[in-house]
């Protein structure tokens, strides 16, 4: 299903990261538990009352100087007028009928998509009404007050956005995928590392055929293409072929893009650049694709060049592979389970392999571990990592462990009490399926159940 998006807009202290913040609530603090990095998400799926969408804090295209302003809240409105279904419009109550953002606001209520204002920073509810009245005149139908300190007004709000919500489109996409069992494919990087590149180099090849691309028909976003019999689903091509409109996209955005994509995929191509130096750019897509539990296979891209010895900026003394390797295993130590290849979108190097392991991969997410084979696994991990008790908690007690999804695989620890675990043990357990039982490639996840 791809999730309606609200967008929140609005001019630089008007709360907007704060009301997001106070939407997604504790969605928040769950997102990111990869390598102990916490993120600051300007999106995020969220429901109110059985509804579901996708809330998307338009903050990062602010402009500092209050002179910019206006040109600024143009920006994002155009942006989320473009992919929105519907709009947020936070403005800060506190500040006189007059100021700037009231004008813009007024523009901005031509757009096509529900328009909702929310009045931010009203903590305590006086003379709401006369404040309220002072925005509907501006013909603005929508109208909340609210304080995203306080959480209040907030609901009010969240009852009306859901009801113009349109009614979440079928991806037909990933629907199609289902029935026909083909393996979604996201090239996803930072850009200018050669995703473009890599993938017009995978159709080259003679043994590829394409049954669907983009520009065929009006949703094809998306590239079917079968390889050696196997039938894959290369996800946003579209995007890989605009180059020019996709540049111009703003940040937010654009990493929101590669957000969706590694959504919709089963296995991730993760793109970086043997040339240039690893950036929290790159780690932050690693990190996305880990934390959605996506299958990764990291392609070290533009290894003619390296191999040249034309690094831009020189990440290892020598252009040797062994030390690329251990320079990325280094910056990625959260891909451990991870394949790397060294590729180059311009030669073809390396690229059979790269699709080979993807069907590796996608086996193996894919597989049904014996139980007998977690029994053992689980006899092993207490003998040599024995959870230990905890302060004030009672004594651990671990009882079995039994896969309970594919695809992402899942397994589910049954436990006495849940807060007496370590972590340390659960991560002991999830690390030792990964390496003991062929999980290769692809994260898992061990979460823990009380008995009852
Ligand atoms: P994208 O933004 O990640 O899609 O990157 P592109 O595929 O557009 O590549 C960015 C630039 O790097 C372009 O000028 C490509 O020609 C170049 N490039 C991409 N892959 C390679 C490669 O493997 N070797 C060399 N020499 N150049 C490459």
Sequence with gaps: MSLPIVALVGPPNAGKSTLFNKIIGEMKAVTSDVAGTTRDRQYAPTGWNGAAFELVDTAG????????????????????????????????????????????????????????????????????????????????????????????????????????LPTAEQEETRDKRQETGSIGVAIVGKPNVGKSSIFNQILKDERVVVSNVPGTTRTAIDSDVTINGTDYTFIDTAGLKKKAARQAQPDVFSSYQTYKSIRRSDVCFFVVDATEEVTSQDQSVAQEIISQEKGCIVLVNKIDLYDAGQQKKKTVAEPSREKLQAYISHHFPFLWMCPVFFVSGKTGEGLSEAIAAINKIDASRKQIVNPEALKDLLARRKKQNPPKRLMDQKEPKVYSLAQVETNPPKFELLVNHTPAIQENFRKSVENAIIKELNFWGTPIKVRLVKKV
């Design 61 to 164: 295209l602010e402009a500092d100087a209050a002179s910019e302003l206006e040109a600024s809240v143009h920006k994002q409105i155009e942006v989320a007028a473009k992919e929105a279904q519907v709009i947020v419009m936070v403005v800060d109550g506190k500040l006189p009928p007059d100021s700037l953002d009231r004008q813009v606001l007024l523009k901005f209520r031509k757009s096509k998509q529900p328009v909702v204002l929310a009045i931010n920073k009203l903590d305590s509810p006086k003379n709401l009404e006369a404040l309220t009245a002072s925005f509907l005149k501006l013909g603005l139908k929508a109208v909340f007050p609210v304080s995203s300190v306080t959480g209040r007004g907030i609901g009010d709000m969240l009852d009306h956005i859901v009801s113009v």
